[in-house]
Nanobody, 131 residues
Framework: QVHLVESGGASVQAGGSLRLSCSASGYTYTSSSRAYFMGWFRQAPGKEREGVAVIDTDGSTNYADSVKGRFTISKDNAKNTLYLQMNSLKPEDTGMYYC?????????????????????WGQGTQVTVSS
């Protein structure tokens, strides 16, 4: 059972930066962290959860159009930690940010960054961007 814990959320002014972290545990010898693709999602009040960024097992990444060029997803396998560097933040980036993980899906599916494709979720960390 993979356990995910996010941190790093805060209130910032528009144009600012934040780095979110997601610490993962529960990996086994036969199913190490390298076997999992991981992603970041966000949910604003009254809206559906949406995919923000994903990193596949080979290190390839994909982003929602709304964050391309501003957000960077990365993963440190040695530390079992996923990151999301967020720059040039906008008020519309406000929401609860979740990290998620799963394994066993082909790359063309992982790139879609769909919540339904992820079985393991953290509890979320709040990001608030004020204008």
């Amino acid at each position: 059972q993979v356990h995910l814990v996010e941190s790093g959320g805060a209130s910032v002014q528009a144009g600012g930066s934040l780095r979110l972290s997601c610490s993962a545990s529960g990996y086994t010898y036969t199913s190490s962290s390298r076997a999992y693709f991981m992603g970041w999602f966000r949910q604003a009040p009254g809206k559906e959860r949406e995919g923000v960024a994903v990193i596949d097992t080979d290190g390839s990444t994909n982003y929602a159009d709304s964050v391309k060029g501003r957000f960077t997803i990365s993963k440190d396998n040695a530390k079992n930690t996923l990151y999301l560097q967020m720059n040039s933040l906008k008020p519309e980036d406000t929401g609860m940010y979740y990290c998620a993980a799963d394994k066993g899906l082909p790359r063309f599916v992982v790139r879609l960054i769909r919540p339904a494709d992820f079985g393991y979720w953290g509890q979320g960390t709040q990001v608030t961007v004020s204008s």
